[in-house]
């Protein structure tokens, strides 16, 4: 039973009998956990990697240490929970020049300020690789589980795609990014839709259900679509114009790059047919009776970033 | 600058410039991250380490996962806060066998029962190196401080001491641990003394300061005189019966396995002089007028573990 072999989805699904539920809406293989308290809920995440695996060329320690703080608030945001603390745990080695893991550190502080959180202490480990573990927790008075799509809701999207599916493309193929500062960015410092939030607050009975799309767009999309017990018809996926013109130019498919590209910090909402969606989101399609998830009639495929399978990354 | 030069303290005083405060009275350097919330506070820790350094050739994965659950509680509870939710994240190796990921998120799922909270989830990741990392979340309506003793307070501790000092002796001499199953115990399932709680609910005026003893008893009670700028002059120091016969047995001094052991996940208390320490706690001396920590007046050193500089357990 290698990793290899069962990939990541698979052993979450083993893990999955081990995880406990509170009394909370967002409950066991939900993005983030969620505990019940004093009228509201307390949201706890948990996000890391093996920094050998994950810092791409261009990255800077600061980034490393911004892109896991962002990548374990975004679970938090997804959730309509207001991002508050953030600790950290690195693995480095004992020869390793403290000032990179000061600039990772760093890098935590700065994305969390950005997005209203503390950064509250955390924990260095002698290790022979580098790793880096951010928690995160926040508070929410109505969480928004992944769960909860209904046939005849609009499903809608924080953002535009394809930047970091560009990004990886940049990086296999030893790109120079000096004339793409979006996809530098994106694959960098990413930001996450905070202004969710005040939507989530105010319009809260509008939103059904909602995933973080950090694994990629269309395996996110197939995790909300199965978990809801329905069906996503897409008629369109915004597409960033850098992304676009990156595309044209290295002869790539731009709708491969916004369906399957990962660590894009992007949310998906789906919203009451009732409601109008937020209005910075772009609406991207419809909820319908069945399973699976569709570009109008043409399945789109679950495949995505998965730690322990070959993947499109490498 | 390297880290094995500064040191894992060095490096702590560098990154403490960088930690945030949030209007709690634990602050930035503390045991544990806290946060204000609802009349209360939400108290966040995390703590995890490189398996393949702190595995000892006794411990199953599930104590992998159980230790590096209780590590993560211990802070919380030395803080007065009753923990309620952890998350795991943790490195393996693709050609690892699930199995043994399974059985380190089980040992997490169980020592988060046995403590009263629930393991609400998880990460992994594919790595060169085996790690774990756990996030744990607690509430208190008044977490207790490092800094707070006061000269006359009682110094009080949770249990008695030895048994971990000598389980790091057993496994550089290779000592079988058949006849030592305290000393095994103690090395692999250590639970944490939750009925503090209790006290620190009825009677929370009575503490002044609390620290978890998880880097050693000698460089613990230094950390909280050096918060609270005292002296702390010790009597005496409970030690385990099975560590003082192992030290008998191995020619070791008692005292020193008590005080420089390490992951031994008891609490230190300081009470007020007006109030009784809790009743299963030992009483081990007093606050006084200075710095520093003393046995009657020989000084103890802080010496203790130190994940970057070469240390007694290697």
């Not at 809406?25 to 983030?32: H, K, Q, S």
């Not at 046939?151 to 990886?168: E, K, N, Q």
């Not at 609406?283 to 679950?302: D, L």
Request: hydrophobic share 40%; aromatic share 8%; with cysteine.
């Amino acid at each position: 039973l290698r990793l290899s072999r069962i990939g990541e989805y698979g052993f979450h699904r083993l893990v999955l009998g081990l995880v406990e539920g509170s009394g909370c809406i967002v409950g066991p293989g939900d993005d983030a956990g969620c505990l019940p308290l004093n009228n509201g809920f307390v949201l706890l995440n948990i996000d890391g990697y093996d920094v050998s695996r994950a810092m791409l060329p261009w990255n800077t320690w600061y980034d490393v240490g911004w892109k896991a703080a962002v990548a374990s608030m975004s679970d938090l945001v997804a959730k309509n929970a207001r991002p508050l603390g953030l600790m950290a745990s690195m693995g480095f080695r004992p020869d390793d020049d403290g000032m990179i893991v000061l600039e990772a550190v760093r890098g935590v502080r700065d994305a969390a300020r950005r997005h209203g959180a503390l950064l509250l202490g955390g924990d260095t480990n002698s290790s022979e690789a580098r790793w880096i573990d951010v928690a995160a927790v926040g508070y929410s008075r109505r969480p928004v589980p992944r769960r909860g799509a209904r046939p005849g809701d609009i499903v809608a999207v924080s953002g535009s795609f394809g930047l970091t599916g560009a990004g990886f493309h940049a990086y296999r193929e030893g790109v120079d990014l000096g004339e793409w500062p979006g996809i530098r960015e994106a694959t960098s410092r990413p930001s996450l839709p905070l202004w969710l939030l005040d939507y989530g607050e105010r319009m809260n009975e509008c939103i059904h259900a909602a995933i973080d799309v950090s694994d990629g767009l269309a395996v996110s999309l197939h995790l909300l679509a199965e978990a809801s017990g329905v069906r996503i018809v897409l008629e369109d996926v915004p597409i960033h114009q850098e992304a676009r013109l990156y595309a044209e130019k290295y002869g790539l498919d731009p709708l491969q790059l916004a369906l399957y590209g990962g660590e894009e910090y992007e949310v998906v909402v789906v919203i009451d047919e009732a409601c109008s969606p937020p209005s910075k989101t772009h609406a991207v399609g419809r909820v319908e009776e069945g399973g699976g998830v569709y570009m109008g009639s043409k399945p789109i495929e679950k495949g995505g970033w998965d730690q322990f399978l070959s993947s499109q990354r490498e």
